[in-house]
């Protein structure tokens, strides 16, 4: 008989953590034989309602894939809220199929520039963890943006990814008085995003809500980059953590 291309499994929640205001991060067991690569999704329900399937890119490190995954989720409505109340090593009667997608890096871009807003940056932090765990020398320079300072994903982990040849620019668009915020205010437009990249070869991976990736890859494209060197994953139509 053959196997399944993407099969159903049945994963064991080891961990949950805060990530953000309104973001978690879960760590799953992996299944025996999982594989992935930094970009891929994974298509989640749960046993009683199998109609509702969500996707939730994977966010941990190809190097620890024969262990755990993780996948960074905003609690944004009954489905996350859901996945929000499972305890862990507990059976909560969630599926899991996949990974799909051929929207990944694989560490052979000589120079990727990764742009997200809000909790587009997940299969970013993939990316980075890869190569930074592969030693590689290639180039990743990421544009990353959210609502608020404490609305950055990962942020503790950037001084670390900066120390290992990422380069690293964050933006925020509304820090709020008070809140000590000294760095960049405002989304990143095509022109802010290749200014950041400064190079004519680089290669854009864009992640996040629909309008975001549809005006940056117009944009970037009116800037004369071609449109294969653009790659975009379109989340869905909302603007509101951002
Ligand atoms: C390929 C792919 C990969 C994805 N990876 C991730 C991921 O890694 N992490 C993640 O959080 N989401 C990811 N998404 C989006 C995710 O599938 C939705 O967040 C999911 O539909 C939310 O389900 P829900 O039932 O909790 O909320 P819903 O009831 O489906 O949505 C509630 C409201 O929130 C809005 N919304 C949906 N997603 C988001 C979001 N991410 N941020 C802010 N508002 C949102 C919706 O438009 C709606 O208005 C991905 C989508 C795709 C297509």
Redesign the pocket.
């Known amino acids: 008989m053959t196997k399944p291309a993407h099969p159903t499994f049945w994963p064991v929640l080891l961990e949950a953590r805060a990530e953000a205001p309104g973001v978690r991060t879960f760590r799953f067991a992996s299944p025996k034989g999982f594989r992935f690569t930094p970009g891929q ?1 994974l298509m989640f329900h749960f046993a009683d309602d199998p109609k509702t399937w ?4 994977i ?1 941990s490190s190809p190097l620890t894939e024969e262990e755990y995954f993780e ?11 859901r996945l929000g109340e499972l305890k862990p090593h507990a059976e909560g009667g969630l599926a899991v199929r996949g990974p799909f ?1 051929k929207w990944f890096y694989d560490g052979s871009e000589r120079h990727a520039v990764l742009v997200s807003g ?2 587009g940056l ?2 970013f932090r993939a990316m980075c963890l890869l190569k930074i765990g592969m030693h590689a020398d290639s180039r990743i320079t990421l544009c990353c943006s959210a609502k608020t300072p404490e609305g950055l994903l990962y942020k503790h982990e950037y001084d670390g990814w900066r120390k290992n040849g990422v380069d690293v620019h964050e933006k925020v668009t509304q820090p709020g008085a008070g809140s000590g915020w000294e760095g960049e205010i405002g989304r990143w437009s095509a022109a802010s995003v290749f200014a950041a990249a400064n190079d004519p070869a680089a290669v854009y991976y864009l992640c996040g809500p629909n309008k975001m990736v549809q005006e940056l890859r117009d944009g970037l494209e009116r800037l004369g980059v071609p449109p294969q060197s653009v790659r975009t ?6 603007t ?2 951002f």
């Open positions: 999704f969500r996707a939730y890119s966010c996948v960074t989720v905003g609690m944004v409505g009954a489905f996350s809220a997608g809000g909790t997940t299969p994953e379109k989340w869905g139509d909302y509101d953590l």
